[in-house]
């Protein structure tokens, strides 16, 4: 019984999901219209589970270009309305459309000039005719058997929160690197550094000129203790020499004494880089495509570092 009901239960939310599709594009782009208009902040509000979602909402909306508060209904209520301007926009959510604190806001909000986008299920209740405009949950029942378990309704009022986020983005171009500005911690802001923060620079790069035997180029790799040598003279990189290049070089000459001989003959040349500017994220992906675990770091032309695949790694948050 209970696979069966978890079964229906994902079945439902999956299909009230589905059934926006086709029914709520036009209105979700009146109001990404007036959440580009505003300019101020988008102001989501809700209470219960309703605010619960409010809140991913308004996250949602934040991290992605548009500056966007949570405030709670009752507290609202309570002073919190202050925190609304007259350059603000507000998305009020209330599946019935009938939740008193939320209708108590309205008045305060229309004196501030403040456009109204609701989220509901009540498209003839109090809050749908004061709204400018009415983003329909259209859910008539909820996924849970006593039908009044915020559930279905909760997580359609969610898809069209991001929904709206995504259509907001794409109006304002927000790209990889907006984003990375407001996620600069866990593992995600951590690969949406850029390769100049994390790299390897100065008197920490394990580099030699071009003149430089094998020997030598050897005994930087051991005093660096990057597994790499980069050769380079004046700023110009000329090539970089692994210990992957070492253990080649030892296989395909076992009866030769070519431990003076120059590094160059060894190491690969022009190899591929990446800028100073450029995110780890691609970094890494250049390192796992190329199957190598370290990358020249480029700036105007210039040798600036060199960014190690396992740096990157033992660096990121758990």
Do not use: W, Y
Not at 113 to 121: D, E, L, M, Q, S
Not at 270 to 296: C, F, Q, W, Y
């Amino acid at each position: 019984m209970s696979i069966e009901i978890i079964s229906e239960t994902i079945a439902a939310e999956a299909a009230a999901i589905e059934n926006l599709v086709g029914k709520i594009e036009t209105r979700i782009v009146e109001a990404a219209d007036i959440c580009i208009d505003c300019h101020g902040r988008v102001i989501v509000c809700g209470l219960g589970k309703s605010g619960l979602v409010g809140r991913k909402i308004s996250a949602t909306l934040a991290s992605t270009g548009t500056s966007s508060i949570f405030v709670h209904a009752a507290e609202a209520l309570h002073g919190d309305l202050g925190m609304v301007g007259e350059n603000d926009c507000a998305i009020l959510i209330s599946k019935s459309g009938l939740t008193p604190e939320i209708l108590k806001l309205i008045p305060t909000l229309k004196r501030l000039g403040v456009k109204i986008i609701a989220i509901t299920g009540g498209s003839d209740s109090p809050l749908a005719e004061e709204a400018d405009v009415i983003l329909d949950i259209g859910v008539s029942s909820e996924a849970e058997p006593i039908g009044i378990v915020p559930t279905t309704s909760t997580i359609v009022t969610m898809a069209i929160g991001d929904a709206l986020a995504v259509a907001l983005m794409t109006r304002r171009g927000f790209t990889r690197e907006d984003f990375a500005l407001f996620h600069p911690g866990g593992n995600l802001g951590h690969l949406l550094k850029r390769v100049f923060e994390v790299m390897h620079s100065c008197e920490s790069m394990p580099i030699v000129g071009p003149e430089a035997s094998l020997m030598e180029g050897i005994s930087i790799m051991s005093a660096k203790r990057l597994g790499h040598v980069i050769i380079a003279k004046d700023g110009d990189l000329i090539g970089i020499f692994s210990d992957g290049d070492l253990r080649r070089a030892l296989q395909s000459h076992p009866h030769e004494d070519i431990v003076n001989m120059s590094l160059t003959n060894f190491a690969t040349m022009n190899p591929v880089v990446i800028g100073s500017d450029a995110i780890v994220e691609e970094a890494v992906h250049i390192m796992e495509v190329r199957k190598i675990t370290a990358l020249p770091v480029i700036d105007g032309g210039v040798l600036v570092g060199l960014v190690h695949l396992h740096d990157i790694l033992e660096s990121r948050v758990v």
